[in-house]
């Protein structure tokens, strides 16, 4: 079983929707949860961090957090073309610096 | 600027030469890493180190050899260079424990191996 699972996509939503991206993870001891946003031929830059269950806002991205599901998802509203990308779950596993990556969702918004 | 900086940007080699990639990160930060990026985009942790101390070591091959002269400045040298090791090569950073500090990357270095 993969540690932090994401569907590859791509997604694509027109212009103004709401995008939602989802990711899984193995480890249920993990205690922080982030997002990345990865433009192509650009490093990953952190969008979103969330820590405890429930939602986080943060201008137009809000994070959902379940741990007992084992699941973390981003949700972009009112998405723009500036949107598209691969969007990166991050999680650390074995309570260590070790933070392991999801395959990334590559995001695409239809003007 | 206050950053990540890895050089070179672009490295083009042949199989078996040696080369070296330097990350210095000047935003105070007590843990360095080495993360590849395959051409299928999977991001994948090779080694990270505590204020000088090695304490994350995937399965990597021993070609690959991390020197971390300070905790500001994490370099990696690759020998015997194989295509398979052609990738991008992200060196990222944070503050203390991975608990609550996200990375900040570098721009990464693309390798291509001839």
């Known amino acids: 079983q993969k540690e932090v699972e994401q569907n590859s996509g791509p997604l694509s939503v027109p212009e103004g929707a709401i995008a939602s991206l989802n990711c899984t993870y193995s480890d249920r001891g993990s205690q922080s949860f982030f997002w990345y946003r990865q433009y192509s031929g650009k490093s990953p830059e952190l969008i979103m961090s969330?820590?405890?269950?429930g939602d986080k806002e943060d201008g137009r991205f809000t994070a959902q957090l379940n741990k007992a599901s084992q699941y973390v998802s981003l949700l972009i509203r009112d998405s723009q073309p500036s949107d598209s990308a691969t969007y990166l779950c991050a999680v650390p596993m074995d309570s260590s610096y070790k933070l392991i990556f999801g395959s990334g969702t590559r995001l695409l918004v239809r003007p | 600027d206050t950053a990540v900086s890895q050089t070179p940007k672009y490295l083009v080699t042949q199989m078996g030469n040696d080369k070296s990639i330097k990350c210095e990160q000047n935003l105070g930060h007590d843990t360095m890493y080495w993360y590849k990026q395959d051409s299928k985009k999977f991001l994948k942790i090779m080694f990270s180190y505590n204020n000088k101390e090695l304490i994350i070591n995937e399965t990597v091959p021993n070609r690959f050899s991390p020197k971390s002269p300070d905790k500001a400045h994490l370099n990696l040298h690759i020998n015997s260079l194989e295509l398979g090791d052609s990738a991008v090569y992200f060196c990222a950073s944070s503050q203390a424990e991975q608990y609550n500090s996200p990375l900040h990357f570098g721009n990464g270095t693309r390798l291509t191996v001839t």
């Open positions: 969330i820590y405890s269950n």
